[in-house]
Each structure stands twice: as C-alpha cells, then as structure tokens.
DNA sequence: TGCATATAGTTAGTTAAACAACTAACTAAA
DNA sequence: TTTAGTTAGTTGTTTAACTAACTATATGCA
C-alpha cells in the first residue's frame, strides 16, 4: 500500500472526476449550439457504431462501460430519433444488432470535429508528453479497479 | 490549437471519464459492503461539511460543481437520513446553512477511512511524481472550460 | 433427449443530473 | 420608497445510472 500518495483533502476532485464532467457539459453545449439533438451518452454510443456498425447490445456495453439497462434505454431513445435500428441477428435469436441509419451516418463528421474541438480545448497549453502520463494513469486505474 | 494531440480514437476514455466512474463505483461498493447507506453523489456533500459546517447551499454549489437544483435534492435526502439539517441564517433569511448531525459527524472516520483505501487501490503501482502530473493536467483540463 | 446453466435483452424502481421556470428575499439606484 | 436587478433556493421535466427480477434463447453435459 502506497499510503501517503494523496492526502486527504486531495481525495475530492480525483474520486469525483470534475474534470471529465467539464469536457462531458462543454460537449454538451457544443452539441446544442451546432442543434446536434444528442446527448453525451447518445454520442457514446454512436460513437462506437461509427467505428464498427452492427455491434450488438452486449458489444456496446463492454465498449461504454454501461451495464445492459443503460444500454437498452439508449438503444430506445436512439432508435426514437431514428439514428438507429435494431436488427435480430439470423445466427442467435437472443441477439440484436445496432445498425446506424443514413441519417446518424450523416452526423458522424461534425459530432467527432465538435469532439475533437473540445478536446483541444480543454488540453490547451498542456505538453503532448504530459497528456500521455495523465492518459497511463487514468488507464492503470481504471485497470486496477476493474 | 494544439491539433495533434489526440488522435480521434483516442477522444473517447478523456471525454467520458472512465477512470473517474469507475473509482466512483468501487468507493460505492466499499461503502455498501461496509453497510454506510449513503450514495458517492451525497458523500461528496458530506465530505464539504466535514471539512466545514455550516455552508450555506450556495457554497455547497460551487464546492462540489454542482448546481442548485441538484444541491436542493441531495440535501432534501440527506435531511430524509438524519444526516444534516437546514438552518435559516440569522442575517440573510434566503439563505439555509446546512448542518452535519451527530449521526453524520460519526460517519466521517470510516468514510474517509473508505475513500483513502479506494484511491490508495486505484493508484497501486503509480510513481507519485505521474500522479502529481496527472493530477495537474486534470486541473488544467477543469480550469481551462470553466 | 432433457435438464441445468449461461447469455442477451427487457422491465421496474430508486437516485441523480441538467435545464428551465419559478418564488422569496435582498440591494442599489432613481 | 419604489422599481430593477440579483441572489438563494425550490419545483417540474427529461435523460440516464444502477440494481434486481424477469423472459427468451442457446449451450453443455449426463
């Protein structure tokens, strides 16, 4: 045990991850702005079937860190706004596969540049080195918590 | 702009945070297991009050990034548990300081005692001097979308 | 074949977040 | 002192997270 890394009054902001939820409501704001009628965790998902469509629901919960409730809700809602459609798979009736419609495929370039900006935003004036030590840590621990 | 940085596979860990949720969970399940029937969300109140009584709700607001609405509630429920209560203050009828309980000053110990094993977990095998870098660059991230 | 077990997904219930719209109380300037 | 603007807090609505309990389908093994 590694007992005196973090004092106690420096617990707060690590265990609370304010900073994730500042790039999570700047996204947000973008999105609204541009009338992108998306939320972040809308985005989450789209995101992954940007980059492999036809995942199925379970593939999208070990992608999102979400647990399968969480999934069928944003499935629901997705497929409300018409961004996506569930398809039985012919091999395993248990199993539906998300497909995007034309029009999320429409949306994926401008949601990944406002991402992107955000992100950039967010990291101005931190060395590219820095960045890569704060991304190692952040996977340790989420590794280690796993 | 520093456009580079990030590659746009990478946009996705930094943005939702995984890290930091998943810290959120584990501390969640320490405190269930150790039978503490308070929520991370309600926690992150307390442990302000620890460090100060009697904040007003506003305060609360800016300590724990969150808005008033949100505020409103969390301290609706914690009044539901005994933990805290209202009190109008004398000078300023529209404010309401918010006071620990016995109950909620005898949580502190073994909270906190909680929280630190939570971090000292999720930090195994991280020099100090990375977390020191992260920890900035997490700042930074936070002050620049203020 | 048949039964236990595992997997995929849904439904229900509680808690919380974000936003908008609101009331009440305070402050400062005309 | 009246009015305009600000600040503190509450309420309503939508979306989402997490847990538990559920249905339906598939698999593995006797």
């Not at 539906?96 to 419609?101: G, H, K």
């Not at 935003?121 to 820095?130: N, Q, S």
Request: hydrophobic share 35%; net charge positive.
């Amino acid at each position: 045990m590694q007992n005196n890394q973090f004092k106690k009054g420096e617990l707060y902001s690590f265990i609370t991850g304010k900073a994730s939820t500042a790039i999570a409501r700047n996204l947000q704001k973008k999105f609204n702005s541009a009338g992108l009628k998306v939320t972040i965790e809308q985005w989450s998902v789209l995101y992954h079937l940007w980059k492999q469509d036809g995942m199925s629901q379970q593939e999208l919960c070990k992608a999102t860190f979400r647990d399968k409730p969480s999934i069928t809700r944003l499935v629901d809602n997705l497929e409300k706004l018409q961004l996506v459609k569930r398809v039985p798979s012919g091999n395993d009736r248990r199993i539906n596969l998300v497909y995007l419609t034309r029009q999320a495929q429409r949306l994926q370039e401008e949601a990944m540049n406002l991402a992107e900006a955000t992100l950039n935003e967010a990291l101005e004036g931190v060395p590219p080195d820095r960045i890569d030590v704060c991304k190692e840590v952040l996977q340790i621990v989420y590794d280690n918590l796993k």
